[in-house]
């Protein structure tokens, strides 16, 4: 669940009011995004995607007191923190204690509508782009999370391999995390499993070494940037504030 929440745009919890908090089962949940706030409080790291991750709350509950999403409320506040999102309020459904009853209430559910429509229209309208390298282990990894770290609001990066590894290569957390960013929990993919995310804005292509993928995109640019892997820890430095520098450019449509 962990890996979910870090490729997550938008986290939404659905839940009743319990005892004035979550259920049992979520709250387990909660408490163990403890992990996450390590890696973001003990260890100094960020998410690439925290500066525009949100989250948000659907809450019922039975009784219609003026506190009644109040300890939810705060829990959620406090576990959207961990979880690198920003927190958007809990829209709360009150006096609902049958199943299916709340869906009978117009201005809750044109609530309810109105809410989603403000947090995924953005995401939708963002455009798309793809970085591919052989592995996906260093070079696109590293470029997939600087998109997202400086223009999450207005690009959603993607990276892929066309001969993934099983696991990124350890010496890109390691630059990442000199970079105060956090990789940890993601994982290498195959282009073919990027392709439902097609088409892309923009496919760019790490190196010469990587066979142009068929992937169906607007525009194609390659950065023919050196593999650092199997290198010392001072290329994989040049490469990675290459990547960095590249990718502002980006952001500013040069
Ligand atoms: C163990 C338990 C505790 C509950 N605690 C509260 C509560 O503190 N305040 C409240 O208004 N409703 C409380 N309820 C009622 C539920 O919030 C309500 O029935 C809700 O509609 C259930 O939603 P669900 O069908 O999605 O589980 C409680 C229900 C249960 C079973």
């Known amino acids: 669940i962990y890996a979910l929440f870090k490729q997550a745009d938008l986290v939404v919890i659905s839940t009743p009011v319990f005892f004035y908090g979550f259920p049992a089962q979520l709250k387990a949940l909660v408490d163990r995004s403890q992990a996450l706030w390590s890696r973001r409080y003990k260890l100094g790291l960020r998410d690439p995607k925290s500066p525009w991750r949100k989250g948000v709350v659907l809450a019922v509950g039975a009784t219609k007191g003026e506190r009644l999403f109040l300890g939810i409320e705060l829990s959620s506040k406090y576990f959207f923190d961990a979880i690198g999102a920003h927190f958007e309020g809990v829209i709360g459904a009150k006096g609902f204690d049958r199943p299916r009853e709340v869906l009978g209430d117009e201005d809750f559910m044109y609530r309810l509508r109105q809410r989603a429509k403000e947090l995924l229209f953005p995401l939708t309208r963002r455009k798309k782009v793809l970085f591919v390298c052989k592995h996906n282990a260093c070079r696109s990894q590293m470029a997939q999370a600087f998109l997202e770290f400086y223009g999450g609001d207005r690009f959603e990066a993607l990276s892929a391999g066309d001969d993934p590894w099983k696991e990124i ?69 040049e490469v990675r504030d290459l990547i960095e520098k590249k990718v502002k450019e980006l952001l500013e449509g040069v």
């Open 169 to 237: 290569h350890p010496m890109t957390f390691q630059l990442m995390a000199e970079k105060g960013l956090d990789l940890y929990f993601r994982k290498p993919k195959h282009i073919e499993d990027i392709l439902e995310d097609a088409p892309f804005d923009l496919v760019v292509s790490m190196g010469c070494e990587v066979s142009c993928p068929m992937v169906p995109g607007k525009r194609f640019v390659q950065w023919d940037l050196e593999d650092p892997i199997g290198k010392p820890i001072e290329v994989g430095r």
